[in-house]
């Protein structure tokens, strides 16, 4: 399993429910990457795509706790075990803050857009460089969207996953 973020200089990734930046580039490779594989969200996260339906060429596996909460075209599960016997190895987890929480451990390789910027913010990433199990594998060169500089690194789990 992987996981797939953008973030800023202090691992934020999100406030009052949305992202903290939109970046066409980092979009197309998020498509890119994710494109016919499962990717796993929660609920909240699915809310934030273009009206709050499922991405589409891909296996949307949603979780909520809500019995009724049931929207088109995308598998919805209440509790990460189910969820986790269903979810394919490949698949991405694509957010936001308590879905990555939840699943790192499960994931070995992490790809993140580190966007050369501080937001306010209320949602955050774990920091993979304060946490002895990660290394960065691979590091692009920086690149700019209007104002903004993002680089994209890899990370990869040292040693197995949960
Ligand atoms: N920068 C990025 O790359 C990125 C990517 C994705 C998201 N984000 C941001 O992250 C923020 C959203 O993150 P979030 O943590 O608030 O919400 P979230 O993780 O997207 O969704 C939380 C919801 O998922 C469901 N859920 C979570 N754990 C569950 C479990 N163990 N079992 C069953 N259901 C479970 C619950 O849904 P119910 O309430 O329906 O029960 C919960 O309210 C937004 O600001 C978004 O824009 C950023």
New binding site residues.
Partial sequence: MNA????DRNW?????????CYIPADLKRFQALTMGRAVI????????FPGGRPLKGRRNL?????PE?APEGAEV????RT?LSAAPEDAFV?????????LLPRCSAVYV?KVDAVWP???W?PNLEEDGQWAAIEEGPTLRHDALSFRYVTYRRIGPCM
């Fill in positions: 797939i973020v953008a973030v934020a990734i999100g406030r009052d429910g949305n992202q903290l969200l929660g609920r909240k996260t699915l809310e934030t949603v979780l909520s706790r809500n909460f599960f209440h509790d990460l969820l694509v957010g936001g803050g308590s879905i990555y929480r939840a857009t913010a209320d949602t990433f």
